[in-house]
């Protein structure tokens, strides 16, 4: 079992009002300089059996027609944490 | 300038209706071996100055107080990438 995870977020050129109103807030609230704030989506998904590059494959097909519209939002997909590899 | 990420999840023992959702539509898409999907927030902070002990303390106070509602989400807050360290 490992855990994959999907990071989505809005193409740099897309507008991203969440962010905005997330970046407008922050003076107010009292935190000072931060000049950019994008919110997305992170996806974790714990995948049975072994991560291969087949099974990274499938997954990053799965991101692109499923998990994000790629028309606005950039992708990523990497492994976070393999418990074979802690096992002994 | 430096990208700060928080990723924003919905605690363990929190039912994730939004996961569930994409995971049950999972197989009927031809996606099998993907036994949970959980679905959270990530933010990417675009910081000013040094991203210092005493700045990722501040970010980690606006983590907790404004981007996550720790009653039920955990997160988790790290550099992702520094400008500072790749000019000369």
Redesign the interface.
């Known amino acids: 079992?490992a855990r994959v995870v999907v990071?989505v977020?809005l193409k740099p050129e897309i507008l991203d009002p969440q962010?905005q109103a997330?970046q407008r807030?922050?003076p107010r609230?009292g935190?000072d300089?931060?000049?950019?704030?994008?919110?997305?989506?992170?996806?974790?998904?714990?995948?049975?059996?072994p991560v291969d590059e087949a099974?990274l494959a499938?997954i990053r097909e799965?991101a692109e027609?499923?998990?994000a519209n790629t028309v606005i939002e950039d992708f990523d997909v990497r492994v976070e944490e393999t418990a074979e590899e802690v096992a002994p």
Do not use: N, P, Y
Request: charged fraction near 30%; proline fraction near 0%.
């Open positions: 079992m990071d977020m962010g997330v807030a922050l609230l935190f300089g931060i000049s950019d704030v994008r919110q997305g989506k992170r996806f974790e998904l714990e995948v049975e059996g099974a499938r799965l027609t499923f998990l």
